[in-house]
C-alpha cells in the first residue's frame, strides 16, 4: 500500500482517531480494525508444516511492513487453505440464505446430494479459495432458479435441485 495509508493507519492506531485535511475528526475508539493481506500466500499454498509456513510468514511480515506498523496490530491470524469439507459448509450457508430469500415468496429449495457434489467439484479451486464457489453457485443455481421463477414453472412451494449427470445440467423441478 502507499505510505500515506500506513501514516493514516498509524494515526488511527496511536490516537484512536484521524483527522482530515478540512479538520473534520472520526474516532475510532472501540472499533476492531480488521486488515487483509496476501503477503505469504505461496507459502499457504506451498507448505505444509504450518510451524514453518507460519514462521516464515512473521518473516515475510517483518520485511515487508515497517516495525512501528507492525508493533501495533494486536494479531496476525494466518488462514489454512481450504479444502473441499470447508467447501461443502459454505454451500450450506449459501443454501440457508437463499432459502431465507425464497421464503419471502413463499418457497424453498432443496439440493439434491448429487447437485452438492457437483457444486462443490465446480467451485473447488484451493488457490483462489471460496470466491469460485460463491461464482458457481449464483451462475448454477440463483441464475437457473431465477429463469424458473421468471417463467412461472414450478409446480409446489418447495424446488429441488439435482444434477443430471448424463446432460451434465441442473435440473429445478
Same mark, same amino acid.
Given at each position: 500500500?502507499?505510505?500515506?495509508?500506513?501514516?493514516?493507519?498509524?494515526?488511527?492506531?496511536?490516537?484512536?482517531?484521524?483527522?482530515?485535511?478540512?479538520?473534520?475528526? &472520526?474516532?475510532? /475508539?472501540?472499533?476492531?480494525? &480488521?486488515? @487483509? /493481506?496476501?503477503?505469504?500466500?505461496?507459502?499457504?499454498?506451498?507448505?505444509?508444516?504450518?510451524?514453518?509456513?507460519? @514462521?516464515r510468514i512473521q518473516e515475510l511480515l517483518r520485511a515487508t511492513l515497517k516495525p512501528e506498523f507492525l508493533n501495533r496490530i494486536d494479531e496476525v491470524v494466518i488462514f489454512d487453505q481450504l479444502e473441499k469439507s470447508n467447501l461443502e459448509q459454505i454451500l450450506s450457508i449459501y443454501i440457508d440464505k437463499l432459502n431465507v430469500q425464497l421464503k419471502e415468496r413463499d418457497l424453498s429449495i432443496e439440493v439434491s446430494t448429487a447437485a452438492k457434489d457437483r457444486l462443490i467439484e465446480e467451485g473447488y479451486d484451493p488457490d483462489y479459495?471460496?470466491?469460485?464457489?460463491?461464482?458457481?453457485?449464483?451462475?448454477?443455481?440463483?441464475? *437457473?432458479?431465477?429463469?424458473?421463477?421468471? /417463467?412461472?414453472?414450478? *409446480? /409446489?412451494?418447495?424446488? *429441488?435441485?439435482?444434477?443430471?449427470?448424463? @446432460?451434465e445440467q441442473f435440473v429445478v423441478s
Open positions: 500500500a502507499h505510505p500515506d495509508v500506513f501514516n493514516i493507519f498509524l494515526q488511527i492506531l496511536d490516537d484512536g482517531r484521524v483527522t482530515d485535511g478540512q479538520g473534520r475528526t &472520526v474516532n475510532f /475508539s472501540n472499533t476492531l480494525i &480488521v486488515m @487483509t /493481506s496476501n503477503i505469504g500466500s505461496q507459502l499457504i499454498l506451498g507448505e505444509k508444516n504450518p510451524v514453518i509456513r507460519d @514462521t479459495g471460496a470466491r469460485p464457489m460463491k461464482r458457481v453457485f449464483q451462475k448454477r443455481v440463483q441464475d *437457473k432458479l431465477a429463469l424458473v421463477l421468471l /417463467s412461472g414453472g414450478f *409446480k /409446489s412451494h418447495l424446488l *429441488k435441485l439435482d444434477f443430471d449427470p448424463k @446432460t
